[in-house]
Every structure is written in C-alpha cells, then in structure tokens.
C-alpha cells in the first residue's frame, strides 16, 4: 500500500463508484454493465491489492492489461452490430454529464502529487488540463441537451477537444512511468496507479470516459 492519507483513497474509490453509477444510469441501468463493471473492478482491485501491478521488471509491462483490453473492448463494440444497436440506446445527456468526475479526478492526482507518488505534469499546475473538460461538463449538458441551445457542431467540438485533452494526459502519465518507455519525471515518477485503489483509474475511469467521448461523437456525426 502507499503510505498516504487515507482519506486520499477514500475520495478516489468514491469517485469511481460515481463513474460507475453515472455511466449505469446513461445505459439506462443495463444489467450486463452493472456485472461487467463490477467484476471488472474487483478483478483489478484484487491485482493491485496483491502487488500484481508493482512488479516493474515483468514483459510486456502488466500496466497494459488495464487500458489495452478496455481498448479492444471499445474497438469490437464499434465493430458488430448488437455492439453498435447498444451504442445507439445509451442516453446522450448522462454520458455528457458524466465527465463531471474530471474535477475530482484532477484534485485527487494533486494530492498524490504532494504525496510524491505522481509527478507534477500529471496535474493542473503541470501539462494536465483534463479538468477544464470537468468543469465544463456540466454547461454542455444543461445548455446542449436540457435547454438545447448549443448545436450539434458546438457539442461535436467539445467532445473531440475534451476527447483530446483526455489523450494528453493518458500519454503524459504513460510517459512518466518507471518503465522502459519512461520519458519524463524520472525524479518523480508515477507509482499510484500500480496501487490500489488508484489502479482503478487506467482500467475503469478513463475507459468509460474515453467510451463516452466516442459515443457522443460517433452518434452526433450522425445526426442529421
């Protein structure tokens, strides 16, 4: 375990748990997301309780059976047609409104990296401005989908800049990994995320944030 503040890893499980119930609640309580996303979590968790993640000297690197599944999956779901027919049920607005977990995801990783457990570039105040997409969320679900103000181009444009803000600092903490890849933060690197409950961001939040984002784009590019 990391010997940080507890309430540090509280703060993160419940922000999961939010994720979680904000893209249920978007599939419009789906059985099959409610126990994949379950199992899917606790395969992970127990992974990361037991030191799995931790051993760096393992090929290929162990932290790429977080995001690299999570990617297949968003590839074959595009790619058949009960995957797409499933796509196009989910509900818009709360997929919208789910990235409001940004803003907590963001103050979380400052406070690993006053931790010293994540470099600075992975924050607000280095190369990470993924919480711009949090606070904005919330502006674009009300005027784009409640009041429906905002065209479809403006919401097109959110998505894809939100999409690419979300790109940067997946890279960015990739980059900055003690690892035979690493590029940046050697004084500093990022350790967090081999733990739990902090593993839980690679294998579950920035998948379903990175789902939605395709969502969104993919239904609204066409729309009429």
């Not at 419009?28 to 030191?51: D, E, Y």
């Amino acid at each position: 375990m990391l010997d940080i503040p507890l309430i540090i890893s509280i703060a993160f499980i419940g922000t999961t748990v939010l994720t979680f119930w904000l893209f249920w609640k978007s599939s419009r309580f789906c059985k099959p997301v409610l126990w994949v996303s379950i199992v899917w979590l606790m395969l992970h968790g127990i992974l990361a309780f037991s030191g799995f993640y931790q051993n760096l000297e393992a090929r290929p690197p162990r932290i790429t059976l977080t995001l690299g599944p999570s990617i297949l999956f968003i590839v074959l779901l595009f790619s058949f047609e009960k995957g797409r027919s499933w796509i196009g049920q989910l509900n818009l607005k709360w997929l919208t409104l789910l990235h409001i977990i940004r803003v907590p995801v963001e103050l979380i990783l400052y406070a690993l990296f006053v931790q010293k457990v994540i470099p600075e570039l992975m924050t607000f105040t280095g190369r990470n401005w993924d919480i711009l997409a949090g606070i904005t969320a919330p502006l674009v679900y009300y005027f784009g989908y409640v009041q429906g103000t905002l065209g479809r181009k403006f919401i097109l444009f959110w998505n894809v800049l939100c999409l690419s803000l979300l790109l940067n600092i997946v890279v960015n903490a990739l980059l900055s990994t003690p690892l035979p890849f690493q590029q940046f933060a050697f004084e500093q690197p990022n350790r967090a995320l081999f733990y739990f409950p902090f593993i839980w961001l690679p294998a579950y939040v920035v998948p379903v944030v990175l789902l939605s984002h395709v969502i969104v784009i993919y239904r609204t590019m066409k729309t009429p």
